[in-house]
């Protein structure tokens, strides 16, 4: 259909005085005794259009005036009798598509914990209109930095032999039913697709690591799958994943990089959606926008594992979960120390190797290894990233403690044996972005189609 998109309409002179066509679907209506309003909305700008209908020249159906309804009208851009921008003095409205009084999306209704159970519909409102323009606009920025910084992007494949993490989180890929008539595990999956077991991805670094050890610089976003049975507000089965792998980075590489991309993606989300930030403000989190500069503009903290150690232990009757040396940090000491100690994104590194991936780099000191996670304020965890282990001899070592299975991981080996270098990178889980961009709370509500445990509607 020929129409022009709302965005263009709303700001500007040039379309002033002509007659176009636009598309949407109407958000609200009001009249008067001569005058009635549309407002629509097409996607193209969180803002809406409003259409001015003058009662005495035009004779609406009823039914392009229902909330929801889609409607096309055709008129006269002109200057907004009230407020900046331009607004439509309509010719002719055409009902699209009728919305009857069951349309769920009413003023009154509209709670995100009601919402998540219509996520078919709820995108038709103004906190998912934003959500999700700041989600595309950051998934965009990321390409962007990483094109600009001379990255490949890769496409690492979802379904593998080997698991990243070794936290048997993985869900499985089969083709056949359980058979009972199978003696051993090593059998059953002999018969199966791939003649091994094999499972979705929990990250793409180890063949990002395979493309960073002949590009150099790598990076991969895509879906990442976890079978973990938390049913928390920031995890999913199913999340998006960053992953860049850097030849030649040691540890203080990896956290600045992150720290860069981390600012230009928050560059990017407040240049190119200021309505969306400025609508977070006012209904979701109070201050958000000068959170996001604060954060642009200044120097994230680091700390080691031993010093957060330190930093902690004195508030242990404060925790659930007291901590000491060679504890997992868990949410509630990660909101600590980002919301009450350094009030600002923290790096915390070095930890024990014991709570951390075997692909990670053996500090001298034979307890910790080269890890960072970047904690931000409001949601802990955001990047999870590593220098890796380069030695051979030290690596094959670590999975040997492990019991992994070492023919899956030959090729992985191989790297170390074959020009091994230095190198590292880390995973920035896309949606605690949106979150941490949006003041959103919960992960389900920046994900189009949310999948957690006992949930895939
Ligand atoms: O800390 P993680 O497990 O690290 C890795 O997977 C590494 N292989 C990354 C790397 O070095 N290339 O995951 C990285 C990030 C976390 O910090 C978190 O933001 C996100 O991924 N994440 C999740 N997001 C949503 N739901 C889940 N279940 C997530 N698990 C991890
Ligand atoms: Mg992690």
Known sequence: MKHIDISEILVG?????????????????????????????????????????????????????KLGAAVAVSGEVVKA?????????????????????????QKKRTTLDFLRTIPHLRLRTNTFA?????????AQAIHRYFHEHGYYYINAPLITASDCEGAGEMFRVTTQPWNASYKTEEEYYKNDFFGVKAGLSVSGQLEGEVAATAFGKIYTFGPSFRAENSN???HLAEFWHVEPEIAFAELPDVLEIAEDMLKYLIHAVLEECPDEIAFFDSFVEKGLREKLLHVEGSKFAVCTYTEAIDLLKPHNE???????????????????????VFRRPVFVTDYPKEIKSFYMKQNADGKTVAAADL?????????????????????LAAMKERGMNLDAYKQYLDLRLFGSVPHGGFGLGFERFVMYCTGIENIRDVTLFPRSVKNIM
Do not use: M
């Not at 679907?25 to 700008?45: M, P």
């Not at 009798?81 to 769920?104: F, H, I, M, Q, S």
């Not at 965890?381 to 030695?391: H, K, L, N």
């Open 13 to 65: 002179q040039e379309l002033l005085g002509q007659e176009v066509v636009v598309c949407g679907w109407v958000r609200t209506f009001r009249e008067s005794a001569q005058v009635a309003f549309l407002e629509l909305a097409d996607g193209t700008s969180f803002r809406k259009l409003q259409v001015v209908l003058d009662k005495g020249k035009l004779n609406v159906d009823p039914e392009c005036t």
């Open 81 to 105: 009798y009230k407020g900046d921008g331009n607004e439509l003095n309509a010719r002719a409205v055409t009902l699209l598509g009728k919305c009857p009084p069951e349309y769920p999306i």
């Open 130 to 138: 934003a959500v999700f323009r700041v989600r595309s606009v950051a």
């Open 232 to 234: 928390t507000t920031r």
């Open 318 to 340: 404060s925790f659930q979960f007291p901590v000491s040396w060679g504890c997992d940090l868990q949410s509630e000491h990660e909101k600590y120390l980002t919301e009450q």
């Open 375 to 395: 904690l931000v304020p409001g949601i802990g965890e955001i990047i999870g990233g590593s220098e890796r282990e380069a030695d051979y001899e030290k690596l």
